[in-house]
């Protein structure tokens, strides 16, 4: 058998390498579909990556809750604006307070963030967010000052902690303390600035360098009163078992949302999954292209394949008569089917990442290798090449060999 | 017809017929061929264009199946066998011969020549090396990495009975080996495959030129998809003659009734 697989594969390349210039295009279509596909999986993992880093970081007692969304349907693809913070979230004050209650819990955080500008007179940052939470957010993320304190229960409803960024944006000194600014038009004090995380994305979904950050309570002053809380951010004692910690929060929840499932609870690396609704977005749309693009170059690998056999009936009638079956005229073409898809498909990959790592000099982080993707390419380029070689090989086997032969009389 | 000899023939074809088409356009190429083929014989048959020559050829060869009838080979049926069963007998007992010759534009004279052995699973190298040895034989050793279209005609029909030899098949099927060659380049043809049948292989040729049924030790002509005439009925009678010897009288009394019957056709049509 191993002569014959190693003879298809000698015939494959003779063929394709006469053919040249139409296996080199044919090869193009199916490499970009894989580029498309290497460069999302590349850049997702990357985001995840980094995700899993703080996590880990975190420790393994931290338990995320975050409302269920939504299936994304067709027509929140065609409007990419996030619609998610202007819906109610079903996470309530009362479910923070009943899970401070579980005499497993060390610490809660409630994540309010909020819409609107933070300003200055002369100064009006573009990248900045807004935060309200309870001190508690300080100890879950492990948060360090490099300046003043953090927000705690006695401080005042119009004080704030800022990130370095801000800090340097708002007053072009990372020494703010004392200074104030205007969230939505009020007046806020900095009491603490905190120390540089370099963590543009995170599972809290902020960038705390460039935030506000001012007590729960100030933020329900600007939402008539009412926590919107978008996540809470649960920390066990040590010792505690999460999987057990995960489901009690969960019955809780449960009980508190009259069994609605709505909300739910992450931990470990499951906290990592993106969260950014753009980004998923993004990624479903190049999806898609990455599937067309695929699709389109199965249909080349076809095309091709249905070409190179008419171009070669006489030869397929001549093997037959000189002792080929039909089972190795089909392995034959198939081969040379798979030759174009693999080698397509490892194009691909390599301008996957290639193209990736260009996208990454615009962005905050850097793709990332795994084996998974390694994977996913071949996984695709394999199943190309066979679901676009087969029906063109099967055509080629079942020639008649009487009919091929004479055709050319 | 049937006709015993001690040991088993090589061929055995009873009642056989093929159909093609259907309805108004039904045709029988074949239409109850009756035939017993001993190893080591040379066969030439002859018969006009359209009388069923190609398709005995075809289904001896196992490239067709006939619509009726039964083909022994080597004593065993034929007929339940599997698609990959027939290739393999393709590729281990039978050698193809053909008018137009039939290699492959894109390998050289070489890669033409030992293309059967790649069907019997035999190593690139030593499929090279055996066809190498059989261009040897046809005088072909200096052409072996020409191209096919660098041949004369000759040449390339010599290369194309190198290829059918190449995984010593016990039949050769040739069908008009000659018809695309001049007389010179014909005769040369017909003292290979005369040399092949010496060294005890069984030959089926076609050809439609008589003056090389002379090679052959027995001569069949047909005429609308049955046999007409057998030069081996002719030795029935006879106390059994050697049979490797070419029966060039034999086939000169057939010859010509055969080309009157040739004659007939062509004035009917
Ligand atoms: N594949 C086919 N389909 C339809 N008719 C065929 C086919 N092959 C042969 N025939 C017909 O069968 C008859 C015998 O053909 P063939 O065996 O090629 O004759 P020969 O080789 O003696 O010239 C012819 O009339 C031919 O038209
Ligand atoms: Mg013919």
Not at chain 1, 113 to 129: C, D, F, I, M
Not at chain 2, 78 to 86: A, P, Q
Not at chain 2, 112 to 141: C, E, I, Q, T, W
Not at chain 2, 158 to 171: G, H, T, W, Y
Request: glycine share 8%; aromatic share 6%; net charge positive.
């Amino acid at each position: 058998m191993r002569p014959l697989l190693l003879e298809h594969y000698r015939t494959a390349k003779q063929s394709l390498v006469r053919a040249r210039m139409r296996t080199a295009l044919t090869m193009t279509g199916v490499a970009i579909g894989v580029a498309s596909i290497t460069t999302i999986l590349a850049l997702s993992n990357g985001i995840t990556n980094i995700i899993n880093d703080q996590v880990k970081e975190l420790g393994s007692t931290v338990a995320v809750i975050r409302p269920v969304s939504k299936q994304s349907s067709l027509q929140d693809l065609a409007n990419p604006t996030p619609q998610n913070s202007y819906t109610t979230s079903p996470l309530t004050e009362r479910d923070v307070e009943s899970i401070y209650e579980l005499k497993d819990v060390q610490a809660v955080a409630p994540l309010m963030t909020l819409s609107g500008s933070v300003r200055k007179a002369g100064a009006s940052p573009e990248r900045s967010s807004i935060l309200a939470t309870t001190p508690d957010f300080a100890d879950i993320s492990k948060l360090k000052m490099s300046d003043g304190q953090f927000i705690d229960s006695v401080t005042l409803e119009d004080t704030a902690v800022i990130g370095t960024q801000l800090a340097v944006d708002l007053f072009g000194t990372e020494e703010a303390i004392g200074k104030t600014f205007l969230i939505r038009g009020q007046s806020f004090t900095v009491i603490g600035v905190m120390k540089r995380q370099n963590d543009p994305i995170n599972y809290n979904n902020i960038d705390l360098d460039s935030a506000a950050i001012i007590s729960l309570e100030s933020g329900k002053l600007f939402n008539s009163g009412v926590a919107q809380i978008q996540q809470i951010n649960v920390k066990a004692k040590p010792g505690v078992a999460m999987a057990d910690f995960k489901q009690k929060i969960t019955n809780l929840l449960r009980a508190n949302h009259d069994h609605e499932r709505d909300v739910a609870v992450y931990t470990g690396t499951s906290i990592a999954k993106p969260t950014s609704r753009l980004f998923s977005v993004i990624s479903t749309v190049m999806s898609l292209i990455a599937g067309i693009s695929l699709l389109v170059g199965g249909i080349g690998i076809m095309n091709i394949m249905l070409v190179s056999i008419s171009e070669r009936t006489r030869e397929i009638g001549l093997r037959k008569a000189v002792g080929a079956s039909n089972r190795t005229i089909i392995l034959q073409f198939m081969i040379e089917a798979l030759i174009i898809s693999v080698i397509g498909g490892f194009a691909g990959f390599i301008g996957g990442y290639v193209i990736a790592f260009g996208i990454s000099m615009f962005l905050t982080y850097d793709p990332a290798f795994s084996w998974a993707i390694v994977g996913w390419a071949s996984a695709l380029s394999v199943g190309v090449g066979v679901l676009f070689g087969l029906y063109p090989a099967i055509r080629a086997s079942s020639k008649d060999p009487i009919e091929s032969l004479r055709r050319y009389h | 017809m049937t006709h015993h000899t001690a040991s088993s023939p090589v061929i055995s074809l009873t009642n056989l017929r093929k159909r093609f088409g259907v309805g108004e356009a039904e045709q029988y190429a074949l239409d109850g061929v009756d035939l017993t083929v001993e190893k080591g014989e040379f066969i030439a048959i002859m018969g006009p264009s359209g009388c069923g020559k190609t398709t005995l050829l075809n289904i001896i060869g196992l490239l067709d199946q006939p619509t009726e009838g039964e083909y022994l080979l080597d004593g065993k049926s034929v007929e339940d066998l599997s698609n990959s069963k027939r290739a393999r007998i393709r590729a281990k007992q039978i050698g193809f011969i053909f008018q137009n010759f039939n290699l492959i534009e894109r390998l050289n004279v070489l890669e033409n020549v030992a293309l059967p052995l790649a069907y019997s699973s035999m190593p690139h190298l030593k499929r090279l090396v055996a066809a190498s040895d059989m261009l040897k034989n046809f005088h072909l050793g200096e052409r072996e990495y020409y191209m096919p279209w660098q041949l004369s005609g000759g040449q390339t029909q010599r290369v194309a009975i190198a290829r059918a030899l190449v995984n010593d098949p016990s039949i050769i099927l040739a069908d008009e080996p000659t018809g695309n060659l001049d007389s010179r380049s014909s005769h040369v043809i017909m003292e290979e495959l005369s040399e092949v049948h010496k060294k005890g292989n069984t030959i089926i040729m076609v050809t439609h030129n008589p003056n090389l049924t002379t090679y052959a030790s027995r001569v069949i002509t047909m005429l609308d998809g049955k046999i007409d005439t057998d030069t081996k009925d002719l030795t029935i009678e006879k106390p059994k003659v050697a049979e490797k010897k070419p029966l060039g009288k034999a086939s000169k009394k057939a010859a010509p009734k055969a080309k009157k019957k040739r004659a007939k056709k062509v004035k009917k049509s």
